[in-house]
């Protein structure tokens, strides 16, 4: 407005208003840019506030995020979700969300009627073969539904919230493999394995194979059912010197068996470790020594009675050998 507009009263025109949706980001651009009046949803004049509302939030996510509103569901959604439609965007915009994600929908519908029905859900690490640039592709999601009302609490759509968990899972699987294939390594050189909570109080897994009784429950009485009572106070040492030190463990001692007999163990347990560096659990295999015990234990036994035959002879003794044939001479 310059002096001779204010001297003869005549103001500015305002500023033209800014077009819905709002903001500078690419996808807020896309959704200006496309022709609405050719969907279902209509022109964006004409949308009702709390459709309105509900894309500006998805547009201020950094999540990925859709919604799909109106009798035939039609979809709108954030850049962060188109990323991950890869070639059904941008045709998805506007779309009915069945022909959208129809190689799915026998399995979200029923989801998504739950939503539409008032329902609040969300499902994690759903498996989901979809289509993605021409071919179908096993994937994995966690994601939350809401619906969505209009302003007289009606229900007229739903918000989705999803993350892609492919990556996850299947390092997941990747890593499950490999400690079966270690698990299996290792029983096949060793007798007993366990895993232990970080602080022993509580055995999480034993696979015993027949010498110990097996549990994949976790039990704080594990002392009790596979400890031999005398030596307990030892194996209670021993774990709290590990535990201290932050160190392997191995001791030798007794167990009770699965078959209720007594035996003998060489058990040697390490720490595992989480990524902050503490101790998250664990890992123990123990080798059974029942045989190698009772031989040193008889071992011992014939030395005693021979010290104990020896010490009460009053008269003294020799062992003579005789050699018979060409050694004799």
Same mark, same amino acid.
């Given at each position: 407005?310059?002096?001779?507009?204010?001297?003869a009263?005549h103001?500015?025109?305002?500023p033209?208003a800014?077009?819905?949706?709002?903001?500078?980001?690419?996808?807020?651009?896309?959704?200006?840019?496309?022709?609405?009046?050719?969907?279902?949803?209509?022109?964006?004049?004409?949308?009702?506030r709390?459709?309105?509302?509900?894309?500006?939030?998805?547009?201020?996510?950094s999540?990925?995020?859709?919604?799909a509103?109106?009798?035939?569901?039609?979809?709108?959604y954030?850049?962060?979700?188109?990323?991950m439609?890869h070639g059904?965007?941008p045709?998805?915009?506007?779309?009915?969300?069945e022909?959208?994600?129809?190689?799915?929908?026998?399995?979200?519908?029923p989801?998504?009627?739950?939503?539409?029905?008032?329902?609040?859900?969300?499902?994690?690490?759903?498996?989901?073969?979809?289509?993605?640039?021409?071919?179908?592709?096993?994937?994995?999601?966690?994601?939350?539904?809401? /619906?969505l009302? $209009?302003?007289? &609490?009606?229900?007229?759509g739903?918000?989705? +919230?999803?993350?892609?968990? *492919?990556? #996850?899972?299947?390092?997941?699987?990747?890593?499950?493999?490999?400690?079966?294939?270690?698990q299996?390594?290792?029983?096949a050189?060793?007798?007993?394995?366990?895993?232990?909570?970080?602080?022993?109080?509580?055995?999480?897994?034993?696979?015993?194979?027949?010498?110990?009784a097996?549990?994949?429950?976790?039990?704080?009485?594990?002392?009790?059912?596979?400890?031999?009572?005398?030596?307990?106070p030892?194996?209670?040492?021993?774990?709290?010197?590990?535990?201290?030190?932050?160190?392997?463990?191995?001791?030798?001692?007794?167990?009770?068996k699965?078959?209720?007999?007594?035996?003998?163990?060489?058990?040697?347990?390490? /720490?595992?470790? $989480?990524?902050? &560096?503490?101790?998250a659990?664990?890992?123990? +295999?123990?080798?059974?020594? *029942?045989? #190698?015990?009772?031989?040193?234990?008889?071992?011992?036994?014939?030395?005693r009675q021979?010290?104990?035959?020896?010490d009460?002879?009053?008269e003294?003794?020799?062992?003579?050998?005789?050699?018979?044939?060409?050694?004799?001479r």
């Open positions: 407005m310059n002096d001779s507009d204010t001297q009263g103001a500015a025109p305002p033209p800014p077009i819905f949706p709002f903001g500078d980001s690419a996808m807020a651009a896309q959704l200006r840019g496309h022709d609405w009046s050719a969907s279902p949803l209509g022109p964006t004049v004409s949308w009702p709390p459709l309105r509302q509900a894309v500006r939030t998805l547009l201020d996510s999540v990925p995020m859709w919604l509103w109106g009798p035939q569901l039609s979809m709108v954030n850049q962060a979700y188109a990323s439609l059904k965007h045709g998805a915009l506007g779309a009915p969300l022909s959208v994600w129809g190689e799915i929908w026998p399995q979200v519908e989801l998504v009627q739950a939503a539409l029905g008032g329902q609040a859900l969300a499902r994690e690490d759903m498996a989901l073969a979809v289509h993605r640039d021409g071919r179908l592709e096993e994937a994995w999601f966690t994601f939350s539904y809401l /619906p009302r $209009d302003d007289l &609490g009606a229900v007229r739903l918000s989705c +919230t999803v993350w892609e968990t *492919t990556g #996850r899972v299947l390092d997941q699987r990747r890593l499950a493999e490999r400690e079966s294939r270690l299996a390594l290792t029983l050189s060793t007798n007993v394995l366990y895993r232990m909570s970080p602080d022993w109080r509580c055995m999480l897994e034993i696979k015993g194979q027949g010498f110990m097996e549990t994949a429950t976790p039990s704080t009485r594990w002392m009790d059912d596979y400890l031999h009572p005398d030596d307990r030892a194996v209670e040492q021993a774990i709290h010197a590990a535990i201290q030190a932050r160190q392997a463990l191995a001791i030798e001692h007794r167990v009770l699965a078959d209720g007999s007594v035996g003998w163990i060489h058990s040697r347990a390490v /720490p595992v470790l $989480d990524a902050e &560096g503490e101790i659990e664990w890992f123990g +295999t123990a080798s059974d020594q *029942t045989e #190698r015990k009772a031989a040193e234990l008889a071992l011992r036994e014939s030395e021979f010290r104990t035959l020896f009460s002879m009053d003294g003794f020799c062992v003579i050998e005789f050699l018979d044939g060409p050694k004799a």
